[in-house]
């Protein structure tokens, strides 16, 4: 789909690439910005350089992807670098993701990126705020969400964008604390979990840090659920994310209320072509149904 019209933005594809994946340097994500995504999300950023869990942190299984990569990072001024390189080659919209571990944080780093190397911030509010006594994410109440959404919102004038998790409950709840606040639109979802797999001949997990976040295909409902829910509860935007892998999971999404689609793990099945696919197969499928596209967004909710 073409030319689709997101807040104050104007994707001339539909497609996102999700945070995570193939979105540490610059070149990889023009690379997937000239092979048909509407916009590329770099992986999340933090303020200084993070080292992330040591290896093993990936383990692929049967219906999806467990991961525990620790939330590595090249640091802020590094990041920038490489966000430059694909927003002056590429006319696809850059969104710089963002992560940190209290308000003040986010804020700081958050102030650091301008037009010059992005379109927009995503506002990564699954870690733990370490100023929690407990370490509870930010995406785990709306107070704190929309702590963090309000203290970000005053820190630039990029289009705001706050990834949601599914962890939590009440979502359409605390997407509507971040609307409040100052948020533009809301991404959803982050990784499901965490969950575990054990290798049944070493009996021991299989990815160093024991548990991780879930991806893949097997998330795509919870990832309708959550987007259904967010829809009904605010007026904002939405990129709907989670276990896409063919231009039906797509369209779920979308009817479901997302005006654009994410992809991650889905790369991994599909290549850099799933964009392509799915884009000519919603088109397909509009055509066939008589559709327009705006009429696609949140016909759940209408029908």
Known sequence: ?????????????????AS??????GHSLLKVANSGAGGVTSKSISREKRKGH???VVQVFEHGVINAVGLSSLGIEESLKELKIVKSNSSAIVIASIFAGSIEEFSETASFITEEYA?????????????????LPFAASPQMAAKVT???????KLPLIIKLSPNFPNIGIIAKACEINGADAISAINTVGPGMIIDINTYKPKISNKKGGLSGKC??????????EIYQSVTLPIIGMGGITTYEDAIQIIMAGATL????????YEGLEIFDK??????????????????LVGISHKT
């Not at 995570?20 to 340097?25: S, Y």
Request: charged fraction near 20%; charge should be positive; glycine fraction near 10%.
């Open 54 to 56: 040591p290896p093993p």
């Open 20 to 25: 995570g994946i193939l979105g540490v340097t």
């Open 119 to 135: 379109d927009a911030i995503e506002v990564n509010i699954s870690c733990p705020n370490v100023s929690d006594e407990f370490g």
């Open 1 to 17: 789909m073409e030319n689709i019209k997101f807040g104050k933005l104007l994707f001339k594809r539909n497609g996102i690439l």
């Open 278 to 295: 799915i884009n000519n197969g919603i088109k397909n499928f509009l055509k066939e149904k008589k559709l327009s596209y705006e009429e």
């Open 150 to 156: 309000l203290a970000v919102r005053k820190a630039t």
């Open 219 to 228: 998330i795509l409902p919870i990832a309708v659920r959550c987007v259904y």
């Open 261 to 268: 689609y994410g992809v991650g793990t889905g790369i991994l």
